[in-house]
C-alpha cells in the first residue's frame, strides 16, 4: 500500500480539481444563509470573522486560494475598520446632511445583484433536465421513502471540517506522530466502507483520524471519488447532518480508479 510518513504533507502532492468552488460571493451569501442574517444589515464584525475562519480552514487543505478571496478579505477589514471610527459630532440640523453613506452600501449592493444572477442561472440550468432524466429532489426522496436530502456546497462540507479540525484544537496531546496514508489509498478505504454500508455521515469518515494531516487526506480523497462521480454528497435540510453515498458498484469503481491512475500500489 502507498504510504507517507509524516513529515511529507500529502496535500502538497496531490492537487484535486475543485469546480464547486466558485468565489468570495458565494462564501459571503452561504454565511448569511447558515446564520439568517439580514443581507440588507450585515453584522461587519461576524461575517468578517467568519469568512477569515473559513479562509483558515482553505489555507490548512492548501488550497490554492485566489486573489479574489485576498480581496474580499481585505475590503472586509477596510468596510469594518470605517464602521469603528467614531462618529463626529454635528449639530441635529446638519447630521442628516453630514452622515455619509453607510460602508456596507456597496457590498449589499454586489451580493443583491450576484445573487440575482445566480439565481437565474440556476433555475435556466435546471429547467432542459427537470421531467427528462432527472426529478426535483422532494420527488426522489419521496419516491425513496428518504429524508428530504439536497447536494450541500463546498462551503457546507468546510464548515463540517471545521468541526473535525476543532477536536485537535480543544486537545492538542490527540495529535501523534504516525505513518500516514496517501490520498489514493484513502479512497480505496473510503469506498470500501460505502460497499459495506448504505451511506454513511460525512463526520463518521474521520472518527479514527489522529492528525489533521489525516483530515486533510480523507477530505481531497472525498472531494476527488465526489468528482469523479463515484459518491454523492447529500445533506438533510439546509442545517442538518451530511451524508456520503456510494453511486457505481465495486467493478465500476475499480475501473474508474484505474483509468485515473488512482489504483492503489
Keep these: 500500500m502507498e504510504q507517507q510518513q509524516s513529515g511529507s504533507p500529502p496535500e502538497d502532492r496531490y492537487l484535486v480539481s475543485l469546480e464547486m468552488f466558485e468565489g468570495p460571493l458565494d462564501l ?49 477589514a477596510h468596510i469594518k475598520a470605517r464602521m469603528m471610527l467614531p462618529t463626529p459630532e454635528t449639530d441635529e440640523e446638519d447630521a442628516a446632511v453630514e452622515e455619509g453613506p453607510d460602508p456596507r452600501e456597496e457590498l449589499v449592493r454586489q451580493l443583491l445583484e450576484y445573487q440575482k444572477y445566480k439565481t437565474a442561472a440556476e433555475q435556466l440550468a435546471e429547467m432542459p433536465m ?49 505513518t500516514r496514508i496517501s490520498v489514493s489509498a484513502r479512497i480505496h478505504e473510503i469506498l470500501d466502507l460505502l460497499h459495506r454500508s448504505r451511506r454513511l455521515q460525512f463526520l463518521e469518515l ?33 442545517h442538518g447532518e451530511i451524508y456520503v453515498s456510494a453511486t457505481a458498484d465495486r467493478e465500476e469503481a475499480e475501473k474508474i480508479l484505474t483509468e485515473h491512475k488512482l489504483e492503489v500500489e
Design 28 to 76: 459571503l451569501l452561504h454565511l448569511i444563509r447558515r446564520h439568517e442574517i439580514d443581507i440588507f444589515d450585515i453584522p461587519i464584525s461576524f461575517i468578517t470573522q467568519k469568512y477569515l475562519e473559513y479562509l483558515e480552514v482553505m489555507k490548512e487543505l492548501n488550497l490554492d486560494l485566489a486573489s479574489e478571496y485576498l480581496e474580499m478579505a481585505a475590503t472586509l
Design 206 to 238: 474521520f472518527d479514527d483520524h489522529a492528525t489533521r494531516g489525516d483530515v486533510v487526506v480523507s477530505f481531497l480523497a472525498i472531494l476527488e471519488i465526489t468528482r469523479l462521480g463515484l459518491t454523492r454528497i447529500h445533506q438533510v435540510g439546509v
Design 130 to 178: 427537470l421531467g427528462r432524466d432527472t426529478f426535483p429532489t422532494g420527488a426522489i426522496a419521496a419516491a425513496a421513502g428518504e429524508p428530504d436530502l439536497a447536494s450541500p456546497g463546498l462551503f457546507a462540507l468546510l464548515e463540517a471540517l471545521q468541526q473535525v479540525f476543532e477536536r485537535f484544537d480543544e486537545d492538542p496531546a490527540a495529535e501523534i506522530s504516525v
